[in-house]
């Protein structure tokens, strides 16, 4: 079946270090995207990608990298630099608009990053 | 700027209908997403509307309406599973397959018996 797997579920990251959050869709969507959702908050987008090779930063890109050298792979790296990295991070794709009306977006099963 | 409101929290009986509001101002249009989301899970794909007028999916339905940047999703005989947080979320781009996916607050629905 296709869809987005996101992986680990939960990840736990001492102060001062980097961690990757991987991303893995086979739905063939050209673009996909990175939240953050705190407690009790909206999501927030971090960074986003419409095809391979290219990306754009959201709206709270410091302290994120990302990379999309192929379609199916997205992975997220939380940098040191990021301040307050604790967070639930979702990762979702869509597929282009072309089909009227039957556009999609799907969400992997999230991360759940907590710094110690 | 971008921008997208909607009521932060609703209370509803069970079996009743509700109606979550969504009010948006972005920079281009290119779609409105509906999204359910239950207390520490990911969100789930409800609906999806592209041009003005209603969708209908069972016992969920949702309106856009593009000249007023406004959009609700409709509830219809509410179950307690119903209780969740309601996401709408707008494309904002040109053209298709492009733009952001930008996301409100979320409305958390309360359903009681």
């Known amino acids: 079946d296709g869809g987005i797997t996101q992986s680990p579920k939960y990840l736990f990251r001492k102060e001062g270090q980097n961690v990757t959050l991987s991303c893995e869709q086979n739905?063939?969507?050209?673009?996909m995207y990175w939240y953050r959702q705190d407690p009790g908050q909206g999501l927030r987008l971090i960074y986003y990608?419409?095809?391979?090779?290219?990306?754009q930063k959201g709206d709270i890109a410091e302290g994120y990298s990302v990379s999309r050298e192929k379609k199916e792979s997205f992975p997220l790296t939380v940098t040191s630099a990021q301040k307050n990295p604790t967070a639930f991070y979702l990762c979702?794709?869509?597929?282009?608009?072309?089909?009227?009306?039957?556009?999609?977006?799907?969400f992997g099963q999230g991360t759940r990053l907590t710094v110690v | 700027g971008q921008n997208i409101d909607q009521p932060t929290e609703m209370t509803a009986t069970e079996g009743a209908i509700v109606q979550i509001n969504c009010t948006y101002q972005?920079?281009?249009?290119?779609?409105l997403f509906w999204y359910q989301q239950h207390a520490g899970e990911a969100p789930t794909f409800l609906s999806y509307?592209?041009?003005?007028g209603l969708e209908e999916k069972g016992r969920f339905s949702s309106f856009l309406s593009r000249s007023k940047g406004y959009s609700y999703l409709l509830l219809k005989e509410l179950q307690m599973k119903d209780s969740a947080s309601y996401l709408c979320?707008?494309?904002?781009?040109?053209?298709?397959?492009?733009?952001?996916?930008?996301f409100g607050q979320g409305t958390t629905l309360q359903v009681k018996p």
């Open positions: 509307n592209v041009l003005d």
């Open positions: 972005t920079s281009g249009f290119n779609g």
């Open positions: 979320a707008v494309r904002a781009g040109s053209s298709s397959n492009t733009g952001k996916l930008i």
């Open positions: 990608s419409q095809i391979v090779n290219d990306f």
């Open positions: 979702a794709s869509s597929m282009p608009t072309e089909q009227p009306g039957r556009s999609l977006a799907f």
């Open positions: 739905l063939n969507h050209d673009a």
